[in-house]
C-alpha cells in the first residue's frame, strides 16, 4: 500500500537509483551519489559495466519491437530512466505494452510514479527467483497477453540468486511464454575483466548484493526449448542484431556477457 511518502526521500542508498546516476540520469539523492562514489574507489569500472548493460538492452528491444514484438517484462527493472524499454520500443516503431519487477518496494514506489501517465506500461514487485509467480502475477496478466509473444527481460539480476534458482527462474519463463516469444539474459563474468573480482569481494553490507560471476557456458544448458539468436553469448555492448562484427571471447571488452535467444 501506497502510504503517499515521497520515494525518493530516502537516506538509505538504492541500488536502483545508483543504477540511475550512473547513467547520467536524475532520478537519485545525495546519499546515492556518495555510496557510488565509495563504491568506485574500489571498482571504478562500474558505470561503464551499467552503461554495457544498457546498451544491450537497447539493441534487444529495438530489435525486436522493429520484428513486431511489442510486449515487453523486465526483471530486476530498478527504475525506467534514461531511455527505459518503453521508450525504445515505441522509438522503433511499437506501441508497446511493458511491465517492469522489481524486488524492492521503494523502488517499485519510485517507478510508479514515473510511468503514472504513460499507457500500456506497469510496475509490480517482485522476486526474479519467482518468475513463475510473476508470471501468474494479475496486475502482468492484465498487461500483458501470455498467448501473444512476449520479450523477457533478464539483465544484470540472475547473478543475484543461486544457480539452481536462476535455472528454474529461466525454465518457468518457458513454460509461461508462446513460441515466438524472446528471452534476453546477461551473465557478469571476469572473462577479461579480473577487476570485476574486486567488486564481488566488496564489503557491500546489505547497501548492495554481490554478482556471484558466470561463465555464459554454465547458463546456456538452461535454454532448452529456446533457440539463440546469432552471434549467440557476446559482450553485451558488443551485440549487433545481424551477428556480425563481434569480438571473441579473447577480446570481450566489458564483464557482461549478453544473449537473446527465441521461444522454439
Known amino acids: 500500500m501506497d502510504d503517499g511518502v515521497d520515494p525518493v526521500d530516502d537516506d538509505v542508498p538504492s541500488m536502483a537509483r545508483t543504477f540511475d546516476f550512473m547513467l547520467g540520469g536524475s532520478e537519485n539523492t545525495p546519499v546515492d551519489r556518495e555510496f557510488t562514489e565509495a563504491a568506485l574507489d574500489v571498482f571504478p569500472g562500474m558505470p561503464e559495466l551499467c552503461r554495457d548493460l544498457r546498451t544491450f538492452s537497447r539493441a534487444v528491444v529495438a530489435h525486436l519491437a522493429r520484428h513486431g514484438v511489442d510486449q515487453f517484462l523486465e526483471l530486476g527493472s530498478g527504475l525506467p530512466t534514461v531511455r527505459p524499454v518503453h521508450e525504445v520500443a515505441a522509438a522503433a516503431g511499437a506501441r508497446p505494452r511493458v511491465v517492469y519487477v522489481d524486488v524492492e518496494e521503494r523502488t517499485v514506489r519510485h517507478a510508479r510514479r ?21 508470471l501468474a502475477d494479475p496486475d502482468v496478466r492484465a498487461t500483458i497477453d501470455l ?16 544457480m539452481d534458482v536462476a535455472e528454474r527462474s529461466v525454465h518457468a519463463i518457458r513454460d509461461a511464454t508462446t513460441p515466438g516469444s524472446a528471452l534476453a539474459l546477461s551473465a557478469m ?31 546456456t544448458p538452461w535454454l532448452s526449448g529456446w533457440e539463440l539468436v546469432p552471434p549467440g553469448w557476446v559482450s553485451a555492448p558488443d551485440w549487433t542484431a545481424d551477428g556480425t562484427d563481434v569480438p571473441g571471447p579473447g577480446q570481450a571488452r566489458s564483464g557482461h556477457w549478453g544473449v537473446l535467444a527465441t521461444r522454439i
Open 189 to 219: 563474468t571476469d572473462a577479461g575483466r579480473p577487476d570485476i573480482t574486486d567488486w564481488v569481494t566488496y564489503a557491500h553490507q546489505g547497501l548492495s548484493y554481490p554478482p556471484e560471476l558466470r561463465e555464459p557456458e554454465v547458463m
Open 114 to 134: 514515473l510511468v503514472e501517465d504513460v499507457d500500456g506500461v506497469a510496475v509490480v514487485r517482485g522476486d526474479v527467483g519467482d518468475a513463475a509467480g510473476i
Open 147 to 162: 498467448t501473444r509473444p512476449v520479450a523477457v527481460l533478464a539483465l544484470g539480476v540472475l547473478h543475484y540468486v543461486g
